[in-house]
Nanobody, 126 residues
Framework: QVQLTESGGGLVQAGGSLRLSCAAS????????VGWFRQAPGKEREFVSA????????GYADSVKGRFTISRDNAKNTAYLQMNSLESEDTAVYYC???????????????????WGQGTQVTVSS
């Protein structure tokens, strides 16, 4: 079992920044591929960003490319999502997810993830 706990969400003005954290426990963190997803009211959960086990490869949704940066610190069992130049369209609940699937590369589908955090609310005011 893997437990994931997100933190760092909140209310920010458009153009501002937030850093989300995802703390993992229960399994060797470096064995897990990690992703961030978000879900706005009335919409499906969507991919935001993902990172490989070593952190050597990352992927981003087109909507956040150039503004968001994913990273991880395997020694601290924590993944991060740095969000800059936030827009009102970024308002959503953000979820951290972890995958035990074998293989390399980052994962962008919700079905590829085994474990999910409870989510953290990000609200961007315009």
């Amino acid at each position: 079992q893997v437990q994931l706990t997100e933190s760092g969400g909140g209310l920010v003005q458009a153009g501002g920044s937030l850093r989300l954290s995802c703390a993992a426990s229960g399994r060797t963190f470096s064995w897990l591929r990690v992703g961030w997803f978000r879900q706005a009211p009335g919409k499906e959960r969507e991919f935001v960003s993902a990172i490989t086990r070593s952190g050597g490869s990352t992927g981003y949704a087109d909507s956040v490319k150039g503004r968001f940066t994913i990273s991880r610190d395997n020694a601290k069992n924590t993944a991060y999502l740095q969000m800059n130049s936030l827009e009102s369209e970024d308002t959503a609940v953000y979820y951290c997810a972890a995958s035990t699937l074998p293989g390399t590369g980052y994962l962008a589908r919700t079905s590829e993830y085994d474990y999910w955090g409870q989510g953290t609310q990000v609200t961007v005011s315009s």
